[in-house]
C-alpha cells in the first residue's frame, strides 16, 4: 500500500514504523518539514531515498503528494470489538458509521474522531469503506491514532454496546428532539449514516434514541463528517472539558 503527504507519513512513522517498507522524498526539498522527517526516518532506522519528483508523480499520479511517498504493509485491525471495549479506561466515547463508502468522507472523520478523543470508530464490513489509501491520506495521520473496527454484523454490534451500558444515540432528520435538547450521557456511541440516505432500518431501531442536528437553512443534511464534528464535539464540551482536545 502507498501513502503519501506528510500527516500521514510522519504519523506512520511514529505509531508503526516497522510497517514502512520504503520512504521516498523529492530530493529537491530542503524545508524544515522535509528535514524533520529525515531525521525521524533515520533515528528509527529506515532509509530514506531522495529520487526526482517525476518519479514520486508516477507512484501518485494526479495525487498531492508533496514530495514523501512511503510503500507500507496493510495492517490488519489491532483487535476486536470487545477486546477494544475491555481495552478502554473510563466512559467509553465512540462513532459508528453506517453505510459511509466514500473513502474521503471516512478519513475526515477519522480525523475529526480522533480531534475529539473518540475511542474508535465502527462500521459494518458490508456497506462501508475499507481504509484505503484515499481515506487514510484525507485521515492526515488520523487512520493511526483512531482504531477503525470493522464488525461482521453492525446490529448486534450495537447490542453488545448497550450490554456495556454505552448509550448508542443516533441521528435522524426526522427525529422529534434536537442534538440541543437531548440528554447525552458520559458513554456514548454516536451513530450517523450516509449523508441523503441516513441510517438504515436495522441500526435506527437498535438505536437508544434518535436525534436531529437542527437545519435552519435550505439543504437538508449534512456531509456525515460535519455532521460527526458537530455531535462530537458537542459531546466534549458537555461531558469531557476543555482537556480532552
Known sequence: MLI???????????????????????ARRDDGRAR?????????????????????????????HQGVVAIVESRPPVMGLEDLLDSIEGPAFLLVLDGVTDPRNLGACLRVADGAGVHAVIAPKDHACPLNETAIQTASGAADSVPYIMVTNLARSIDVLED?????????????????????????????????????RLTR???????????????????VSVAAGIVLYETVRRNRGA???
Open 4 to 26: 503519501f503527504g506528510f500527516h500521514s507519513v510522519t504519523s506512520r512513522l511514529r505509531q508503526a514504523a516497522g510497517s514502512v517498507r520504503e520512504l521516498y522524498v523529492d
Open 36 to 64: 524533520d522527517l529525515l531525521a525521524l526516518a533515520a533515528k528509527l532506522g529506515i532509509d530514506a531515498r531522495r529520487v526526482e519528483v517525476s518519479r514520486l508523480d508516477r507512484m501518485c499520479p494526479s495525487r498531492r
Open 164 to 200: 456495556r451500558s454505552i448509550t448508542v444515540i443516533g441521528t435522524a432528520d426526522g427525529a422529534e428532539q434536537s442534538l440541543y435538547e437531548a440528554d447525552v450521557p458520559a458513554a456514548v456511541a454516536w451513530a450517523l449514516g450516509a449523508e441523503g440516505v441516513g441510517l438504515r
Open 205 to 223: 431501531e437498535r438505536c437508544d434514541r434518535l436525534v436531529s442536528i437542527p437545519m435552519a437553512g435550505q439543504v437538508e443534511s449534512l456531509n
Open 243 to 245: 482537556d480532552r482536545v
